[in-house]
Each structure stands twice: as C-alpha cells, then as structure tokens.
C-alpha cells in the first residue's frame, strides 16, 4: 500500500490502525458511555477486575475507590491526555514554524533574538516550565494544551530555521526571485513543501514526550484536575492502592507505555523514509 508515494510495511500499518482505533474509541467515549464523572457508589468500591477472584462481569477492570467504573474512567483519560497531547502539537507546531521560517528567511536582530529565546528554553526542562506555569495561571485543561504547546515550540523553531536557511542558498530559490516569484509565492511553493517532511517526523516524535509531560503534570496534581480524568491522573490516584488495587495504577501506566511506543515506531519509520540523512545511510 502507498500513502504519498511510500510503501507502508504491513507491520507499520497495524501500529497506525491500533493508534488510529484508540484514538477514535477513546474520543467517542462521552457517546459510549455518557456519565457523570463526579458521581460515586461507595458501597461499590475496589471491586476487582471480572478477571479476578471477586470481580463482577459489568465492570470489566473493576472500580476505583469510590466506586465507579475504572474502564470507563480509563477511556475518558485515554481521549483527555491525546487531546491535551494533540492540542500542544498543534501549537507547538504552529508557533515555531513561523518563528523559524521568519528567523531563518530574515536574518539580523530578529533571528538573533528567536535564537537566544530558543536557547535559552531548551537550556531548562520543559516539566520545570510547565509547573511554574500551571501554578500561575492554573491548570485548566485548555490551558495546559497551551502551556505545554508553548514550552515545546523550540525544537520546531529550531529545526524549521536551519531547514530554512538552507533552502534560502539553494539553486532555485535564487531561480524563482530572478523570475519575479513574490516572498508568498515562494514562501508556500518551495519553503514549506521543503520542511514538510522533516516536520512531520519532528511532530510524530515529539507527540510521545507532549503526552509523558502531560501524565507528569497531572501526576504531580498540577495538570487536569477532578472530577475531570487523564492518565496520568488515574496512575496518581491509584498509588495508594498498588497493594491490594494494583490494576488502578497499572491499567493507565499500561495504556501511557503502549501509545507512547506505538508512535514512537511510527515516527521512527517516518524518519527512515523521509528523512535523506537516513534514508541514504
């Protein structure tokens, strides 16, 4: 099979529908299963998974510690932290794509001073960034999106103004200024077709680190909050009972570790396939 004129390895194509069903399923959670999240059934807590001694056949992972279901519960986590993941991505992308074009098409203090901030990011971790900002302006889910967007841009700026740069010097760049080509013209017909590839291989590797960020925030208490529910939420919540409860902890840990492995193979065979540097070597 061939999407965009490259031969998808049957091994590739299974991780993309597995990605690609977890994210549908996941998002239509609110029609599968419209609950009230805030609503608890005491009498029904840690009630193990059907699969073990003590498990009920309605509640197929069981119930958290207050009582409601946790699959379902897994479900609303599982849409909450791709949709943060994929909200910051998208800023992310957006925000440092123009700054490194910009930067790299404009050279001077402009450029100058995109490069210092750029530096100056990525000389700190982003979790550290991230908390300072969630303790300021909170910890919304909207506003996580665009505070972990907003902390990722630099690796974009950064790769997006050297691709630039070189473009700027190459033959038919030169070609199209001779023949009269606008900066708009040649903006969006040679440079962003140029950085298409190595952008999207950036933004599939980088969507695993938006989502572990996420987690971590939410982990630590500083990310979505309840009645609301992430990953990373669930995996904090059900710490207290790893002993008798293991799976509340585990089931998230489980679905975090197989969405960040399914993209980051997706993103590895998108960096063999259009990435020269590799595809030659």
Not at 87 to 104: D, H, M, W
Request: glycine letters at 8%.
């Amino acid at each position: 099979m061939r999407i965009l004129n490259l031969r998808i390895p049957p091994f590739i194509m299974v991780l993309t529908i597995m990605f690609l069903l977890i994210t549908l399923f996941t998002s239509l959670s609110p029609l599968l299963f419209p609950i009230d999240l805030g609503a608890t059934d005491l009498g029904a807590r840690l009630i193990p998974p059907s699969f073990l001694d003590g498990g009920k056949p309605q509640n197929f992972l069981g119930t958290d510690h207050l009582g409601r279901d946790f699959m379902i519960r897994l479900f609303y986590g599982t849409k909450n932290s791709l949709l943060v993941a994929l909200g910051s991505l998208l800023i992310a992308t957006f925000v440092g794509t123009v700054l490194g074009v910009l930067a790299g098409l404009y050279k001077g203090p402009f450029d100058t001073i995109v490069s210092f901030l750029t530096d100056v990011k990525l000389s700190v971790p982003s979790i550290i960034i991230a908390i300072v900002c969630a303790a300021v302006f909170g910890s919304g889910k909207w506003i996580l999106v665009l505070i972990i967007g907003l902390t990722g841009y630099p690796t974009f700026t950064r790769l997006v103004r050297g691709q630039t740069i070189q473009l700027k010097e190459a033959n038919f760049m030169e070609c199209s200024r001779a023949l009269g080509a606008s900066k708009m013209r040649i903006l969006f017909e040679h440079v962003f077709t140029n950085i298409s590839s190595p952008l999207i291989v950036h933004a599939t590797m980088r969507f695993s680190s938006f989502i572990l960020l996420e987690s971590s925030l939410s982990f630590l208490g500083i990310g979505i909050q309840p009645p609301d529910v992430s990953l990373g939420l669930l995996v904090s919540a059900g710490r207290n009972y790893l002993i008798n409860s293991w799976w509340l902890s585990i089931a998230p840990s489980v679905v975090i570790v197989v969405i960040v492995v399914l993209v980051s193979l997706i993103g590895d065979w998108l960096r063999d396939v259009l990435d020269p540097k590799y595809k030659n070597s």
